[in-house]
């Protein structure tokens, strides 16, 4: 997808053997570990933009929530509006509604100080275990926070059908 193109991409992928995942969710970490990603020519791996503020944010808001970040070796600098939320790792006591939930507050508190009509895109992924399925699933979205509040919407829907 281009990072110009300005349609949505909202998928979820079933990770086959992951072993950084699987170490940390055999470790005793819970919550959110946000961890460095390889990013296109980039030498080795970096944070995404917002990895900083987004854990600063998360560390205030939820202070219950335990998040760790990963060093990287470079912090990717990328000039627009958009939201480039770091790649991250849940543990098993973060379920995928609630993170995003969380990506959504921490938008809203970002755009307050917007200019009206000033609306940028988010980009994120996040790597958790689908318990009921047994498997470990990647969840990629890029799109606007209406976008965003529709998958949550999905999710929680998914979640009433299957009771």
């Known amino acids: 997808m281009d990072i110009f193109d300005d349609k949505e ?6 990770i086959d053997g992951d072993k950084e995942f699987r170490d940390f969710l055999n470790s005793s970490l819970s919550g959110i570990m946000i961890v460095p990603e390889k990013y296109q020519g980039c030498e080795g791996l970096v944070l995404k933009p917002d990895a900083g503020d987004f854990s600063k944010w998360l560390r205030k808001n939820k202070p219950e929530l335990n998040v760790e970040v990963r060093k990287a070796d470079k912090r990717l600098v990328l000039k627009s509006n958009d939201f480039w939320l770091p790649f991250v790792f849940l543990a098993q006591d973060v379920a995928l509604p609630f993170y995003l939930n969380l990506v959504t507050n921490y938008v809203y508190d970002r755009m307050k100080g917007a200019l009206r009509g000033e609306k940028g895109r988010i980009h994120l992924e996040a790597m958790y ?12 979205f890029e799109g606007d926070v209406d976008g965003l509040q529709k998958a949550i919407k999905q999710f929680d829907l998914n979640k009433f059908m299957d009771k």
């Open 129 to 140: 275990e689908d318990k009921q399925e047994g498997v470990v699933k990647k969840f990629h």
């Open 9 to 14: 991409s909202c998928e979820i992928v079933i």
